[in-house]
C-alpha cells in the first residue's frame, strides 16, 4: 500500500547527489508529498542555509494546519 501520510521533501539545487532530480524521483512514491528546493547549496543545506529551510519547513506546516 502506497504511503498516503503528508512528507516534504528539501533538497539543495546545486547537490549532485542528493539534490532535486533524485527527489523528484522520491516523491512519485508518496502521494502526498511536497518538494521544496533551496537554490545556491548542495546536500549541506540544513547548515549552509539554515533559514531559508526553517522558512520552508514552516510554511509547510503552516499549509499543513487543518488538513491532516
Known sequence: SAF????????????EVLGPSLQEQQIGRYPSATLQVVT???HDLAWVKAADVV???RTYLDNRK???
Open 66 to 68: 487543518g488538513g491532516l
Open 4 to 15: 498516503t501520510t503528508p512528507v516534504l521533501f528539501l533538497a539543495g539545487s546545486l547537490s
Open 40 to 42: 545556491d547549496v548542495g
Open 55 to 57: 522558512a520552508h519547513i
